[in-house]
């Protein structure tokens, strides 16, 4: 049976392959999220502001080491 270490270690290197597949989720999902805000109903205000913000809003992709350190930390609770 592998260690908290080494399951952690499997579970940054695929974070790591993830990374750009993740990006692009983030960037195609967008237009999903203004569609669906103005769907809800609020007025043409609070729809612009929403989407100015969405489009200012990047992609901060996680950090693989911190990820597995704090896995590992939760696992050994």
Do not use: C, H
Request: without cysteine.
């Amino acid at each position: 049976m592998p260690t908290i270490s080494e399951m952690a270690a499997k579970g940054a290197d695929k974070l790591r392959r993830k990374a750009s597949t993740m990006a692009a989720s983030y960037e195609a999902a967008k237009g999903r999220a203004v569609s669906e805000f103005s769907a809800v109903g609020f007025g043409p205000t609070r729809v612009a502001a929403y989407r100015d913000g969405i489009a200012a809003a990047r992609y901060i992709a996680p950090d693989p080491e911190k990820w597995s350190r704090r896995w590992s930390a939760k696992m050994a609770e």
